[in-house]
C-alpha cells in the first residue's frame, strides 16, 4: 500500500523555482517552494547539478517541482520563475526538436498535462526560490 497523500480537490498550487552558480567554481543548483492558495507552505527542495547551464537549471527546478507535487497528487499548478526566457519556451508548442533532453521532457509532461500555466514574475519576488537553490552549495 501507498501512504501518499492525495489532495484530490482541484485547487491551484504555486511552484517558483530558479537556479543558482557558484561564483567560485562555476557550479549550478537549482531550487524551489510549491505553496498553497493561502501562502503556506507544501514542499521545498534543491539539488545540486554540477556543470550545467543556468537555462537547464532553471528547468530542471521546474521538472523537479511539477514531480514532487505530481507525487503529492497535486494537478493543478501555477509555475512561477523569474526567467523570462524559460517561460516563453515552455509555452511554446513545438519542442520536440530541442537539443536540450530535460527541456523536451519537461515540456512532454506539461503536454500530457491540463492544469498548469506559467507565469513570468520578477527576481525580487522569487526570493525564496533562490535561497533554497543556494543552500545546495553548502
Not at 17 to 44: C, E, L, M, P
Not at 53 to 77: H, Q
Request: aromatic share 10%.
Amino acid at each position: 500500500g501507498s501512504n501518499l497523500t492525495v489532495n484530490s480537490d482541484d485547487t491551484w498550487v504555486y511552484l517558483s523555482t530558479d537556479r543558482a552558480v557558484a561564483r567560485d567554481s562555476g557550479y549550478v543548483a537549482t531550487g524551489g517552494v510549491a505553496r498553497n492558495q493561502d501562502g503556506n507552505w507544501i514542499v521545498g527542495f534543491n539539488r545540486f547539478l554540477g556543470v550545467c547551464s543556468p537555462f537547464e537549471a532553471e528547468v530542471w527546478g521546474i521538472l523537479d517541482g511539477i514531480l514532487i507535487l505530481f507525487n503529492k497528487g497535486y494537478r493543478w499548478i501555477i509555475i512561477m520563475t523569474d526567467n523570462l526566457e524559460v517561460a516563453q519556451i515552455l509555452t511554446d508548442m513545438d519542442l520536440e526538436d530541442s537539443g536540450i533532453t530535460v527541456l523536451r521532457r519537461t515540456h512532454r509532461i506539461l503536454q500530457s498535462e491540463k492544469g498548469w500555466m506559467i507565469k513570468h514574475i520578477p527576481r525580487n519576488q522569487n526570493l525564496v526560490a533562490d535561497r533554497l537553490a543556494k543552500l545546495s552549495f553548502s
